[in-house]
């Protein structure tokens, strides 16, 4: 048997497995470590030790005279070469040399590259096992690091110059993934393993150990440690982790009965990053508890999102999430509304990519990573990035339920039912997060008292502006637009042309009232001098500029006052001093100082999002 050979390979060569647990296999979860019938382990028992000559790393590679890297020639491509793809061909190339490999009984006991359900990650899923993962974000994630994988493969294999033998016959793409989905499922950082070396040649008392070599070494690299792979994942697991200068060794911390499986706790990891896994490291209780956030491709008015895609690629952090904390793992009270919380690099790259000229300029202090929706403070720029990840999510929500008529009942295999748990929890957490910040959004322009007069809706601008503003308003948009029916007005795509009329009305109406900003009410007429008083701080009149598109929108809408101002000259828009100039001022205001929201209602599809403008003031 492949774990006989394994154990006994390991022991011979310094390994220490403790003679209470074994290693055992199932057909699901393959081979992994428990408690022997009839024992059991106190806390404080060592589980498990590695020597550092048992490992495979950047070490390996770069070990000895005659190095892997020596059997063939980079060329030109030498530095460019990512140090991880070279030791997954250090791993392919054991697995060819077969028993020759002083690695053979470790690597044997590895899943195979025929074994796809062993080896349980998406890139070995058939078509009817990838229906359950349509739309979701670990469909674009498995799709997109086959494809990087890939290019990492071709290019070394394009790039060699010189090759000992045959070997490049038997470098397959396949068997290049398999070496890539064993090392990224089963790999820990080789920080450790190089900072215990270092630690012990600096403080002088052991010098160089044997077989590790005294330069060259890469902590940033990952490191295969046989035998604490066999460990499962159970986030609640307490384990203690002890490097020394010749072995890495694995304590528990806690006491563990007859036939348990014994656990390492990897850290938290969003869903997509667990689905890398194989099937048997997958941790039961923790499905569902993140998500990763994508920028899906919507129509351009909506949310900005080119510019959110841009600045979220351009930051270091590759992997954005959105996280439900739970009772477990947060400590806070099962009956607790549902709690929240995104990457940090999301909220602030979104912040960043959404602000205007003005904020920009200002310096926001929401562009300074202060974003908290937890914080009833409301600036432009937080509406926006709420919005934002409002119909991030909406869409990702979509996305996946979308496919719905095309799955099975039921789940045909132990990959599907893996999928299928996983696609459930993607759904609850983006239906979750969704309901709270939709929640949120709502509350803002609804009836109650958490409504905030500073998000002015069209609804708001028909119904609630002071007088004699209401009634010309009400009056230019019939006599240009043929209707004052906000419905009718967003349906016939006219609302930017109402947003402008409006802000117009605004600033003939508060010549000289800006005196009553001192009142310091919070009904929308107070704010609305109030934030009167502020665009003319922010926008001088000669700064609104436009190109020709909009130069020939702000004469349509000028077009339109201009026909109201002939039924009524007597009406707000009628003083003489609406010009194109102040249309394009108005203009201006409406494209910076508004934010594109998805419908308050709840309404799915982007036919329902809605303009809104924010005071900030």
Not at 68 to 93: K, P, S, W
Not at 121 to 137: H, M, Q, S
Not at 401 to 418: E, G, K, M, T
Request: aromatic residues 10%.
């Amino acid at each position: 048997m492949e774990e006989d050979m394994f154990e006994q390979w390991f022991l011979a060569n310094g390994g220490y497995i403790n003679p209470n647990i074994e290693i055992t296999k199932d057909q699901i979860t393959g081979r992994y470590l428990r408690v022997l019938d009839g024992e059991a382990l106190g806390a404080g028992s060592l589980i498990i030790s590695c020597p550092h000559e048992l490992t495979i790393s950047w070490l390996n590679v770069i070990k000895g005279s005659e190095t892997f890297l020596g059997q063939f020639d980079l060329g030109d491509m030498y530095h460019a070469v990512n140090e991880v793809v070279i030791v997954r061909f250090f791993v392919m190339n054991e697995y060819i040399k077969g028993e020759d490999s002083f690695w053979w009984p470790y690597i044997r006991s590895l899943p195979q590259p025929t074994d796809a359900q062993l080896l349980g990650t998406p890139l070995y899923y058939d078509d009817e096992d990838w229906l359950w993962l349509r739309g979701t974000n670990l469909e674009h994630a498995a799709t997109k690091t086959e494809r990087m994988w890939y290019n990492e493969y071709d290019e070394v294999m394009q790039s060699l110059v010189r090759i000992e033998g045959s070997l490049a016959n038997d470098w397959s793409w396949s068997l290049y993934k398999w070496a890539a989905t064993i090392m990224s499922s089963r790999c820990f950082p080789a920080s450790a393993l190089a900072n215990s070396i270092l630690a012990e040649r600096s403080s002088g008392s052991h010098g160089t150990p044997a077989g590790i070599p005294g330069d060259a070494i890469e902590p940033g690299s990952p490191v295969l440690i046989p035998g604490i792979d066999l460990l499962n994942h159970r986030p609640s697991a307490k384990v203690t982790w002890q490097w020394t200068s010749i072995n890495c060794r694995l304590v528990i911390n806690e006491n563990l009965g007859a036939g348990t499986p014994i656990c390492n706790n990897y850290g938290q990891k969003s869903n997509e990053e667990r689905k890398r896994m194989p099937s048997s490291r997958l941790p039961a209780s923790l499905h569902g508890l993140d998500s990763q956030v994508t920028q899906p491709t919507r129509k351009p008015e909506r949310a900005s999102e080119s510019q959110v895609e841009a600045a979220l690629e351009a930051r270091r952090e590759t992997v954005h999430w959105v996280r439900l904390r739970n009772s477990f793992i947060d400590k806070i009270p099962q009956d607790a509304p549902p709690s929240y919380e995104f990457s940090p690099g999301f909220l602030n790259g979104v912040a960043t990519a959404l602000c205007n000229l003005r904020e920009k300029t200002a310096g926001h202090p929401h562009l300074q990573g202060q974003i908290d929706f937890a914080n009833p403070d409301m600036s432009r720029n937080k509406l926006k990035v709420l919005a934002a990840a409002t119909m991030l999510l909406q869409r990702q929500l979509s996305n996946i339920v979308d496919h719905n008529a095309n799955l099975p009942q039921w789940p045909d295999n132990i990959r599907q039912f893996h999928a299928a748990r996983y696609r459930r929890g993607q759904l609850h957490i983006l239906r979750t997060v969704n309901a709270s910040l939709l929640g949120r959004l709502s509350g803002l322009v609804g009836d109650s008292s958490a409504r905030d007069f500073r998000v002015v809706r069209l609804e708001h601008m028909l119904a609630e502006a002071p007088s004699p503003l209401l009634t010309d308003f009400r009056a230019a948009l019939n006599a240009g637009l043929g209707t004052r029916k906000a419905s009718k007005i967003r349906e016939r795509g006219w609302v930017e042309c109402a947003f402008t009329l409006w802000v117009c009305g605004v600033w003939l109406w508060g010549q000289g009232l800006e005196s009553r900003s001192a009142t310091g009410g919070l009904d929308l007429q107070s704010r609305m001098v109030q934030w009167l008083g502020f665009l003319r701080r922010a926008y001088k009149d000669d700064e609104a500029v436009t190109g020709p598109a909009d130069e020939q929108l702000a004469e349509s809408y000028l077009g339109v006052i201009q026909a109201a101002v002939q039924k009524n000259p007597r009406s707000v828009y009628g003083s003489g001093a609406c010009t194109l100039a102040r249309m394009r001022w108005c203009l201006n205001v409406v494209r910076e100082e508004s934010v594109m929201c998805p419908s308050f209602e709840g309404r799915a599809g982007d036919e329902h999002d809605e303009l809104v403008l924010f005071f900030e003031c």
